[in-house]
């Protein structure tokens, strides 16, 4: 008999082919299962590598703010590397042998430095006495002497187990005083506004006052100019400035006195410019004297 047909298969290849495509059914599931999980476990890893990445950048942040407070309640300004135009031109009103001639001079590397002068509460925290002669806690602590000052910083550095702390050098102090400005008063180009800024002698009473009452400068600095001469690093030399380095000048390797800066409660406005220098034997005290903290981005 002739015809066409199409022949039915029988039980048995019916249940091969089924079971061929459950198999790969279970395969497809399984590799789509794999991939989720990988999936998952990627965002996971992602996720973390973006939440470690998050924090570190927070903790580099807090680590080099623009503030910081120690251990004593100190409180200080970040200070950020630059260079300036450092002293006086030969003709500037009032200008003294030796704050000329004005010359360039590079900070190279970002420090920290009090926002305030040292205060008496401060002073006693570290050395347990107060040497001052105008008494209170938010008053800058003076007559002491560079030698003095020097004790303070070792014992601090003692104290938070760092080198850290240590008194600005004379460039890095006029660089932060002038905070960007070309003139010579921290008022402007005259003394007719410096009551704003500074403690001085026509309005200080023959006394220190607390420390952060005036207004401070561009940088956030209180009392850079008034209030206290302040003690800086270097040894003072008269010629210096026509022989210094360019960067990160240190002042002369020896001398017999060393720098203040910044004037005090009994100066005259003239004399309150941000170029003026004053130079001590490092053992003198008195009731004019006191110092700033720097503190190094890194240890040394």
């Avoid at 927070?58 to 407070?69: I, N, R």
Wanted: aromatic share 12%; charged share 25%.
């Amino acid at each position: 008999m002739g015809g066409h047909f199409q022949a039915r298969p029988s039980v048995g290849a019916s249940a091969r082919a089924g079971d061929a495509l459950w198999a790969a059914a279970r395969l497809v599931r399984a590799a789509l299962a794999l991939t989720f999980r990988r999936l998952i476990l990627a965002n996971k890893i992602f996720t973390f590598v973006t939440v470690f990445c998050f924090v570190a950048t927070l903790a580099a942040v807090a680590a080099a703010s623009d503030e910081k407070v120690n251990s004593v309640g100190a409180r200080f300004v970040l200070i950020p590397a630059g260079t300036f135009m450092m002293g006086l031109d030969r003709d500037a009103r009032g200008v003294l042998g030796d704050e000329v001639p004005r010359h360039r001079v590079t900070v190279s590397k970002a420090f920290y430095l009090g926002k305030y002068e040292v205060t008496q509460a401060e002073w006693r925290k570290v050395m347990g006495e107060n040497p001052s002669s105008f008494k209170g806690d938010a008053n800058p602590v003076e007559t002491v002497s560079w030698e003095d000052a020097q004790a303070f910083i070792e014992k601090l550095n003692q104290m938070e187990g760092t080198a850290r702390y240590r008194l600005p050098t004379e460039a890095e102090w006029e660089y932060a005083a002038r905070a960007g400005s070309e003139l010579p008063f921290i008022s402007g180009d005259d003394e007719t506004d410096l009551g704003r800024f500074a403690w001085h002698e026509d309005n200080a009473f023959y006394s220190s006052h607390p420390v952060g009452e005036k207004e401070p400068n561009a940088w956030g600095l209180h009392d850079m100019i008034g209030n206290v001469w302040e003690w800086a690093f270097d040894w003072h030399g008269r010629d210096y400035y026509a022989q210094s380095p360019e960067t990160d000048p240190q002042g002369p390797p020896e001398g017999e006195r060393r720098i203040c800066r910044g004037c005090a409660w009994l100066s005259g406005v003239l004399a309150c410019r941000f170029t003026d220098r004053l130079a001590n034997e490092p053992d003198v005290r008195g009731d004019f004297l006191g110092f700033r903290l720097a503190f190094d981005v890194e240890e040394r």
